[in-house]
């Protein structure tokens, strides 16, 4: 097993594990809360924390049949986990301040600059782990 797929399986397993931890939070809030509901952004790191795991199995799975370099197949994991990672991070200290607005709601580095590297590198990551499927299965 590669690097890039022992990577990508580590961070499905991790984010699987968050996803369990993040529940007990959403759990607790719904227990404290008036209206049980949970801090908006808890429920929001439970269910990115999920669907990551899911979606970082899939990327180990298309990656057995990369055709590429096992550095591009490696960066093309890691880019996406790092912003995978970041925004599951970002979720859960919005939900741990209670905060009830979206972090859209003001303009700064964050919500644009940093919004704008995520897509490329999340998209960017993702073509070449699909692309390198269809090439290899495809054509």
Do not use: C
């Not at 880019?79 to 979720?91: G, K, M, R, T, V």
């Amino acid at each position: 097993m590669s690097i890039a797929i022992k990577i990508t399986l580590l961070f499905s397993g991790l984010y699987l594990l968050v996803g369990m931890l993040t529940g007990i939070l959403k759990y607790r809030g719904m227990m404290q809360s008036e209206k049980h509901e949970a801090p908006i952004y808890i429920d929001i790191a439970h269910r990115a924390s999920l669907l990551y795991s899911f979606a970082a199995s899939v990327m180990a799975k298309l990656l057995e049949f990369s055709p590429f370099p096992l550095w591009l197949q490696t960066l093309s994991v890691v880019i996406p986990i790092i912003y995978f990672s970041l925004s599951i991070a970002s979720y859960i200290k919005l939900g741990l301040q209670n905060i009830e607005t979206t972090q859209f709601s003001e303009r700064n580095f964050i919500t644009t600059w940093f919004m704008y590297s995520l897509i490329i590198g999340e998209i960017g990551g993702i073509l070449l782990i699909v692309g390198g499927f269809i090439y290899t299965q495809f054509l």
